[in-house]
């Protein structure tokens, strides 16, 4: 994106503001629903491309140590008023940069919600081939490209520009899959993710036992694939792998 801060300013995106953290901690149980508790095992969470923290409240209230890596000001700026806690470092710079100049610790896990298709392939690659370096497990979530619902709203919010929004298109699981594993990452869990749209899985979640209604219909996810306004990636490090693999 060549003007993030023109794209993303503190006026536009309001579908993205969230003020708690009910909508993060549901999508967060649905993968772990599928991925397991693989993620207890890391002490830090890096999350590349915040946003506006709308899925930053479960990886703040869930470990010792988070990185928010933002390039938009606008968004660093609402980060730093939703997340003033000790362990929280937000972190105004694009993860090109952040790569460059800051040490990532071993016990780290990488997130990315919404992030991969606002880069072209070839950025793509750049990413993944540094999370790859650190050894590090990563959870990408993007939207889903097989929900019709999805591509009728890129034409017709406000908020959206259809080239800086496209490529999820070609993000399907097998696609992604592939350049992953050219880059030395392999998908270990994959599913479709809230089979509501999010504005209604919102609405429910403001229940009392919203969040545990949403959790028993996200057990259809096999069924209704193509309903889900999400699929996440969980991916584990094949150099790790087999370096752990030859000290056994």
Not at 22 to 37: E, K
Request: hydrophobic fraction near 45%; glycine fraction near 6%.
């Amino acid at each position: 994106m060549k003007n993030i801060d023109g794209y993303y300013d503190k006026d536009t995106h309001d579908y993205m503001r969230c003020s708690d953290g009910a909508f993060a901690d549901f999508i967060f149980s649905s993968m772990a629903q599928v991925m397991g508790d693989d993620y207890k095992k890391f002490s830090n969470a890096i999350e590349l491309g915040a946003g506006m923290g709308r899925f930053s409240f479960t990886l703040v209230s869930r470990f010792p140590g988070v990185w928010l890596i933002e390039p938009s000001l606008a968004f660093a700026k609402t980060l730093t008023g939703l997340f003033p806690q000790e362990h929280v470092r937000i972190v105004n710079t694009t993860a090109e940069a952040f790569f460059a100049s800051t040490p990532v610790p071993p016990d780290s896990i990488f997130f990315c919600f919404h992030l991969l298709h606002h880069l072209s392939r070839q950025q793509r690659q750049e990413l993944f081939a540094f999370i790859c370096s650190t050894g590090a497990p990563a959870v990408f979530v993007e939207p889903n490209p097989w929900n019709p619902l999805l591509l009728a709203q890129i034409f017709f919010h406000k908020d959206m520009i259809v080239k800086e929004e496209i490529e999820y298109i070609r993000l399907t699981r097998r696609g992604l899959a592939r350049e992953l594993a050219a880059c030395g990452l392999q998908v270990a869990a994959h599913a479709p993710l809230c089979l509501l749209p999010p504005f209604a899985a919102k609405k429910v979640l403001s229940s009392a036992s919203g969040a545990e209604m949403l959790l028993r219909l996200e057990r259809a996810r096999r069924l209704l694939p193509f309903m889900g306004a999400y699929h996440f990636f969980y991916c584990t490090n094949m150099q790790s792998r087999g370096q752990e693999q030859r000290s056994v």
